[in-house]
């Protein structure tokens, strides 16, 4: 076996989630190492859409603009009825706080390749080929064992461990964390295939007695993923997907006539609806579906992940630095935990609507919402609730000790933990440098140089003050601290600082945290 190394991070997994925690922990130059068992990265579309939340988080690595280049953001439903087709749009709501208020369709190989680029162009290497076999937290460090393609092993001494590596995840497994939950008992149909017949720049859905069956825009590697559950009375599932199989079930829940050829990727999955027990045992932590899995339902799996990634990215960075104390690792599942199990719920309901062999429940599946959903659809505060939701603007942390409201909180604007908005002034892109970010909002002269410099002394490479006048997220005279990941840390209204302080002490602390490395 191969002498130890020693990192900051090794991060197990290199899909989406892995990815994104890579370019973040490289943003922060940390000494981290990424592995991937498999020798090349997905080719087939398993996620196919990207939030306007997550494009946001991205944007600060310089991937964002070529995620939009390469997808479609001006999808649009087709929902098709026995006799009739509604059209519903997505997401156009006229919504000004975020740069994207679209669902980005762009399959999940072109996400990874995009990541991927963007790590070998500032310098990592993605270790592909390579398998995390044994993980020993030791209480300082933890011992990993590495294999490479080639059969030989390697020590690797890390102060972090990330499992990153999927629903069987190997990292949640040696750390002896609990996956409980359930298997779906439908069976699913998945491809990327061309589709002849379909009318193309729409996602389109075909509301049966039969079955429900999707076609969604990809582009690459096909030009469209086919969705489709499979009939109760199949006596095809044991034999391998087909095209011919597909065009059947097709032929039995659609009328038009459409043509199925030139299939890139073929499957039939189970769906599981599974959470973590916990998302860190001592010095190893989960990420993404290592953490938690569940139908594809609002698109909102890939999306999770790469924030759970880009959520503990950071405070790993810090921690590892020395500038931040052990405990900020603490608000990862604090913060994060509770969004998976929101997703959980929500896509469970929203699987068992679709699924469910009640009378009532598929009346109600196939005649009345697809009726009723143009009219809801028309009432702007259900949209944009609906838009928030899903998008996951609506994501916040305001119960997290990460978080506080400072004396005389403004009313209106951000509270601490909630996501910073994009208006007025691009605030998302002033804020996209790696660190903190303190906003000062009212006229610069109200601002004592030399008391911002008293509160910052000692942080000086961590934190970036922006004196925004009016065109900050509060109105009046107001302080705000922004988190590395966009979310408000700490917010007051006024010039005294001292409650910033309090919190910079307790989270920065001038005299370290952990330890420099």
Known sequence: MAASESLDVLVVGAGPTGLALAAQLQAYGVRFRIVDRHLDRAQESRALAIQPRTLEALSPYGVTDELVARGNPAVQLRMHLPGRTVRLPLFDIGVTDTPYPFLLFLSQAETESVLGDHLSETGTTVERGTELVELK???????????????NEESVHARFVVGCDGARSTVRDQAGI????????????????????????????????????????????????????R???????????????????VDRYVSDPLRLRDPVWMTDFRIHNRGARSYRAGRVFLAGDAAHIHS?????????GIQDALNLGWKLALVCQGAAPGSLLDTYE??????????????????TIATSRNPLI???????????????????????????????LAIHYRRSPATAEGPYSPKSGPRAGDRLPDAPGSLQTMTAAPGFHLLLCGPGDDWDTGLIAAAT?????????????????????????????????????????????????????????????
Not at 296 to 304: F, H, K, R, W, Y
Not at 335 to 351: H, I, Q, S, W
């Open 137 to 151: 937290d030791e209480g300082t460090c933890v011992i990993c064992r590495l294999r490479h393609r080639e059969g």
């Open 178 to 229: 609990g996956f409980p939950g359930h298997a779906y008992p439908q069976t699913f149909l998945l491809a990327d295939l061309e589709v002849d017949g379909l009318e193309h720049g729409a996602a389109h859905a075909y509301m049966t007695e039969a079955g429900m069956l999707f076609f969604f825009p990809l582009g690459s590697p096909a030009t469209w993923r086919m969705l489709a559950m």
């Open 231 to 249: 009939p109760p009375d199949s006596r095809e599932t044991e034999s391998p997907v087909h095209i011919g199989q597909l065009q059947g079930l």
């Open 296 to 304: 594809p339902a609002g698109a909102q799996g890939m999306n999770t």
């Open 334 to 351: 604090s913060e994060r935990a509770p969004v998976g199990r929101n997703v959980l719920r929500f896509t469970d309901r929203a699987f």
């Open 362 to 392: 598929r009346l109600a599946r196939t005649q009345v919402a697809p009726r009723l959903a143009p009219v809801a659809l028309r009432l702007p505060t259900l949209r944009g609730a609906a838009f928030r939701t899903l998008s996951q």
């Open 457 to 517: 002394r000692g942080r000086d490479d961590l934190i970036h003050v922006h004196k925004v006048g009016t065109g900050g997220p509060w109105r009046g005279i107001t302080h705000g601290l922004v988190r590395p990941d966009g979310y408000v840390a700490y917010r007051a209204a006024g010039t005294d600082l001292t409650g910033l302080i309090s919190y910079l002490d307790r989270w920065l602390p001038v005299s370290g945290g952990e330890g420099p490395r």
